[in-house]
C-alpha cells in the first residue's frame, strides 16, 4: 500500500512539474505566435459560397439558406482536421471580424459549429447582406480567409 501511495505522489508531482513548464512555454509566446499555432492554412482554391439563397433574390421570410464548400471539407468545431471548417453567417455586417481571432457569437455571427450546411433565418421584413465566412476547429477564420462574397437579399 505504501508504494502505491509513493509511486501516485510521484506521478502527480512529474505531471505538475511538466504542466508548469508547459505553462512557462505558453507565457513566452506572444499572442500572435499562439495564434499562429491555431490558425489553420486553407488549401488553394478554397471557397464558400451561397446555394441558396442568391444575390437579389426578393423573399417570403423565413429565408432557407444552404451553404457550398468547394476544395474544403466540413467538420464540427473542436475537430481540428487538416483542410476542414465550419461555418459561420454574417448577417448585415459592414465591417468584418478580426480575422486572427475566434469568430464571436452575436445576432450578426451565426455559428454552425456543428457542422450543419443549411439553416432558417427569421429576418425582419427588407433589404440583408448575407456572407458566409469558414472557422477552423477553433472558430478562427483560415489563413487566407475562406470567405464568400456579401450577398443582398429582400425579404418581404
Do not use: W
Amino acid at each position: 500500500m505504501f508504494k502505491i501511495l509513493v509511486v501516485t505522489v510521484l506521478s502527480f508531482s512529474f505531471f505538475a512539474c511538466n504542466t508548469e513548464k508547459n505553462e512557462d512555454k505558453h507565457s513566452e509566446m506572444s499572442h500572435d505566435q499562439m495564434t499562429e499555432m491555431v490558425r489553420s492554412k486553407a488549401p488553394e482554391g478554397a471557397e464558400v459560397y451561397f446555394i441558396t439563397p442568391q444575390d437579389g433574390d426578393i423573399i417570403e421570410g423565413p429565408v432557407k439558406v444552404q451553404f457550398g464548400l468547394k476544395n474544403m471539407g466540413v467538420a464540427p468545431a473542436g475537430t481540428d482536421q487538416k483542410n476542414t471548417g465550419h461555418h459561420h453567417i454574417l448577417i448585415d455586417v459592414n465591417e468584418l471580424p478580426d480575422m486572427t481571432k475566434p469568430l464571436p457569437a452575436n445576432d450578426n455571427i451565426v455559428h454552425f459549429g456543428g457542422g450543419q450546411t443549411e439553416t432558417t433565418l427569421n429576418l425582419a421584413p427588407g433589404q440583408h447582406t448575407l456572407q458566409l465566412l469558414l472557422g477552423n476547429y477553433a472558430h478562427i477564420p483560415h489563413d487566407p480567409p475562406v470567405l464568400s462574397k456579401k450577398i443582398i437579399i429582400t425579404v418581404k
